[in-house]
């Protein structure tokens, strides 16, 4: 099998035996999901305005939750160091494990999403463009949290650093993701708003898993 | 150690003599500036007297702006010729950045409570150099991060470098948010254009906070320099105690 493969698959039996990660990150998304209507109030109308930013930002900060344990677990343990010196180039890595933390917690986020957004009032002509954006933007938080991972790599408070790094890098998927549910339901549509999100992951496929790579290395030198 | 102060010893040397100069320029531009804006400039037809506040505001966010890109440039440097002095300059500059960005922030919310009527508002320039500042704050909470000082570094400089990149894009992404909230047209400084009498005491302001830049980041670097001779001293002395005397260069 292709190293590339490989190390998703590895990456996922760990995430399937060990459990707990995937039932924490939608655990997280639910639980902060359900406080809104307590802290802005139960009106239907309100929720129904707030919904798409109510359900992107909670599904934003569930992938935080979930980053530092990209690589803290290899690097902990030197399985990083074996992974770097393998025949496949460590930007191939980053991207492997990129993916498979995608697998694990961006898509069932994205599964999960059409569900809480019913539980805000979320307008069901807009629950495709949720969830479509969702679909495209979760890649591209996952590979610039990477890049926030392998820098606080070793770091005396990961956690929050970790945060502080990577929440105005998530700027941009979550603009895009909630201006492209409001769009939808308006005449102007999703399209423009959903393609953008598309151009942010396609441009991190390439160069996020670059600079995570060079952080990486500094890491284990 | 010793051999790369080579290099910071030159630096030293022009450092101490420019230093200052520069405060001194520095001092005079602020003050002359300070007068102008302050006392000398007509108030504005619209804004009437709040319109001074801009005279600290708009060269602070230059400031902001191009320290940021100083910090960039500097960690680029670092990262692909592994210059030692560019490492420094970069950490030295990034508070000084973050201060100016700080300052910005504050007299924007100043002078946006006559203005507007609220301490607040989330537009889009405003939003922008907001999160500037948190990327500066990311910054310093990375390189101070590590146990290790050249860890903390080389990861700061990639992080100067992976914010230079988002930083137009952040950037597009908020005026795009915003345009769609609310026009642009209310927040905008009197009108398009600016009247000589602003402008002049607006660019000397600016010199001013050029030079200001200049003279603490100098301040700054110094200091940081003397803190590596120290280290290396300390650790020479522990190590090489009995043969060293007669040899141990000397602090200035």
Known sequence: MHPFLGLIRHDLRLAARQGGDIGLVLGFFVLAVVLFPFGIGPEPELLRRAAAGIVWVAALLAAVLSLDRLFAADYADGGLDLIALSVMPLEMAVLAKGAAHWLTTGLPLVVVSPLLGLLVNLDSAALPSLVLGLLLGTPAMSLIGAIAAALSLGARRPGVLLTLLVLPLYLPPLIFGTLAVEASLSAEGARAHLLLLAALTVAAVPLAPLAAAAALRQALD | ?252
């Open chain 2, 1 to 252: 150690m010793l051999s790369t102060l080579a290099n910071p010893a030159r630096f030293m040397r022009f450092s101490g003599a420019a230093l200052p100069w520069l405060g001194g320029a520095s001092l005079v531009f602020l003050a002359v500036g300070l007068a102008w804006a302050l006392v000398l400039a007509p108030p504005d037809y619209q804004q009437g007297e709040s319109v001074r506040i801009m005279f600290i505001h708009v060269p602070a966010a230059w400031m902001a702006l191009s320290v940021y890109l100083f910090v960039a440039i500097g960690s680029g440097v670092a990262l692909i010729w592994r210059h030692p002095l560019a490492e420094i300059a970069a950490q030295a500059a990034a508070p000084v950045g973050a201060a100016f960005t700080f300052v910005c922030l504050v007299t924007g919310s100043l002078w946006g409570r006559p203005m507007w009527g609220t301490w607040w508002v989330w537009d889009a320039r405003l939003t922008s150099v907001l999160v500037l500042f948190f990327l500066y704050l990311g910054y310093i909470a990375l390189v101070n991060a590590f146990d290790d000082t050249s860890r903390g570094a080389r990861a700061g400089s990639l992080l100067a470098l992976v914010g230079i990149v988002n930083l137009p894009i952040i950037k597009f992404s908020v005026d795009w948010w915003n345009t769609l909230h609310q026009p642009a047209s209310v927040l905008r400084l009197g009108g398009p254009t600016i009247d000589v009498s602003m402008l002049v005491p607006l660019l000397v302001m600016a010199l001013g906070f050029g030079l200001l830049f200049g003279w603490l980041f100098l301040v700054r670097m110094r200091t940081a320099l003397n803190e590596r001779r120290l280290r290396a001293l300390r650790i020479y002395g522990e190590t090489s105690e009995p043969a060293a005397t007669g040899v141990r260069p000397a602090l200035r």
